[in-house]
């Protein structure tokens, strides 16, 4: 499956933005999709995710500014960003797997926030 995000981009500190992330194939509801981010010369953690069973799971950096969901009339999970801080600037990737499919990766998408 291709995973495609968007919506990245330069904001300031304390702005909003909805990163949205959507799969090639028609079997977006199978899928457990979530987003991670990267800076350079770190390792790619853990940003939110959303089972296909139900529920979310965010990092503890996240939670409560951050709020991922999945849009089913669009096939697009998107991740709601609130209160962003400078620390949260990194290139955001998204990705799509269940049991029959391995994990996909989207190309990334830069987040920028100014302070």
């Known amino acids: 499956v291709q995973v495609v995000e968007s919506g990245g981009g330069l904001v300031q500190a304390g702005e909003s933005l909805t990163l949205s992330c959507a799969v090639t194939?028609?079997?977006?509801?199978?899928?457990?999709m979530g987003w991670y981010r990267q800076i350079p010369g770190k390792q790619r953690e853990l940003v939110a995710e959303i089972p296909n069973g139900g529920g979310t799971h965010y990092a503890d950096s996240v939670l409560g500014r951050f709020t991922i969901f999945r849009d089913a009339r669009e096939s697009t999970v998107r991740l709601q960003m609130n209160d962003l801080r400078s620390d949260d600037t990194a290139v955001y990737y998204c990705y799509a797997d269940d049991l029959l499919h391995p994990r996909s990766w989207g190309q990334g998408t830069q987040v920028t926030v100014s302070s």
């Open positions: 194939d028609n079997l977006f509801s199978i899928y457990n």
